[in-house]
């Protein structure tokens, strides 16, 4: 019997690297497997595509040795990284009182002892950021939004403006809406380290970009058929079996089923039973990352530069991402508040220059590239930044399993989680939790 006409042991709604580690854990363990993916590749919010002659990363970009299950995982597949920003040469300057400041060496060790301050209530929050708990919280700071822990700073204004812009460039979503213990964690995952926390945010990226890795993962998940361009629209628990409903009509049948998926779009799938009124509700209000990433070329070379502006303009961190020389540099922008660039599309490159002039003066945009993850409906969201309040109100049922439904995924991961390597150890997870359910018998 082939492979495409033997019974699955489960199927895998979503094929970003959360659904495709998982894939490939269940090959390792001998389990079958059907993949949906609604898109016409794998990735998710991860997204290379080539331009220019580069490869470049549309959606998540940065690894770090720090970032244990991505880091072996490039390791096994022999991956090669760079840096991002290249520190040679590097120009470092931040948006404060109207004007640009070159911040020097002993201006960035200043910076970086204010954001130790700003993150040390992490030390307390994840005294053991790899598990699944949390410390005692008497201060309540899992209610607090950036917006609210910044203001608890005093801090001369050029350095407060640095360190409003990296909660910026952090939570690419807007700062009172989003949870300021999104940064405490990351600060904890990091050694209770902020030069640390900003290296593994920010350092090193895939020279190849992302789509070498994943292609590598599924490269090895021999056991599963995977389905591009198959639209899951409902999912169906009876008769001990789980049945996967696709757009055009095909259906899928397993014992068990993956649901790997960001958590914003869990509602646009309907599920018999539904799913907890939790879960339910976290789609409905959806995490607060809706911020914008752009690549853009700038005519001639602007050198190596990494500039950071506060929320009140429209762009709060551009880096340049390959080196320019008569033809033209590309930079990248992220803009936290979508509302603050109003650009319907990728085309918009007057409203584009205008952005990076109080960043860049006088630079001039020539095209840009991207896309928007916030207005795409199979990820309604860029990477997943919690609301005030959501860590303790919807993690712990983003985890949970539903019948024969086990959910992974970046959104809900242990440790590293909304980054690559939260993905993967999802993926290890609920794959080993899948196959000790079918070992039990339960099928």
């Not at 299950?69 to 290249?86: C, K």
């Not at 204010?114 to 929050?125: D, H, I, K, V």
Request: proline residues 5%.
């Amino acid at each position: 019997m082939s492979k495409a006409e033997s019974r699955p042991d489960v199927v895998i709604i979503g094929g970003g690297f959360a659904g495709v580690t998982a894939a490939r854990e269940l090959t390792m363990r001998g389990r079958r497997a059907v993949l949906v993916e609604s898109r016409d590749r794998l990735g998710g919010r991860t997204y290379t595509k080539d331009h220019d002659g580069h490869a470049m990363e549309f959606g998540g970009t940065w690894v770090h040795p720090l970032q244990p299950n991505v880091w072996a995982e490039m390791q096994r597949y022999g991956i090669e990284t760079e840096p991002l920003p290249v520190a040679e040469g590097l120009r470092q300057a931040v948006v404060s009182g109207g004007r640009v400041v070159d911040l020097s060496d002993e201006d960035v060790a200043r910076a970086m002892e204010l954001l130790n301050q700003f993150c040390s209530p992490g030390a307390e929050l994840f005294p053991e950021p790899f598990t699944e708990a949390w410390g005692p919280d008497p201060q309540g700071i899992g209610d607090r939004s950036f917006r609210e822990q910044l203001e608890t700073v005093k801090a001369d204004p050029v350095l407060y403006d640095w360190l409003e812009s990296m909660c910026c460039a952090v939570a690419l979503g807007p700062l009172d809406k989003s949870a300021v213990t999104e940064y405490l964690r990351t600060y904890a995952l990091s050694g209770w380290s902020a030069e640390q926390a900003s290296a593994a945010l920010t350092a090193t990226k895939l020279v190849k970009g992302t789509r070498e890795l994943i292609d590598g993962i599924a490269g090895h998940a021999t056991l599963t058929d995977f389905r591009l361009n198959s639209h899951v629209t409902r999912v169906v628990q009876s008769d001990g079996e789980v049945r996967v409903e696709l757009a055009g009509g095909d259906t899928i049948t397993a014992p068990t089923a993956v649901i790997a998926l960001p958590v914003n779009v869990l509602n646009s799938v309907e599920f018999e039973p539904r799913l907890s009124d939790t879960k339910r509700r976290a789609a409905e209000e959806r995490h607060a990352g809706a911020g914008r990433k752009s690549i853009v070329k700038v005519k001639g070379d602007i050198g190596n530069v990494s500039v950071l502006a506060p929320e009140a303009y429209a762009v709060n961190w551009v880096v340049t991402y390959a080196k320019g020389g008569p033809e033209g540099t590309w930079v990248v922008a992220f803009s936290s508040d979508p509302d603050r660039l109003p650009m319907s599309a990728f085309d918009d490159t007057a409203g584009m220059q205008e952005a990076l002039q109080p960043l860049l003066p006088g630079v001039e945009v020539e095209s840009i590239v991207g896309w928007d993850w916030s207005n795409d409906p199979l990820s309604l969201g860029t990477w997943c930044i919690y609301r005030p309040g959501q860590l303790a109100s919807i993690l712990p049922d983003l985890r949970t399993t539903e019948g024969r439904l086990f959910f992974a995924g970046a959104d809900s991961a242990i440790g590293w989680r909304s980054f690559i390597d939260g993905a993967i150890q999802s993926g290890y997870h609920t794959a080993r939790h899948i196959d000790d359910y079918l070992n039990n018998g339960s099928r």
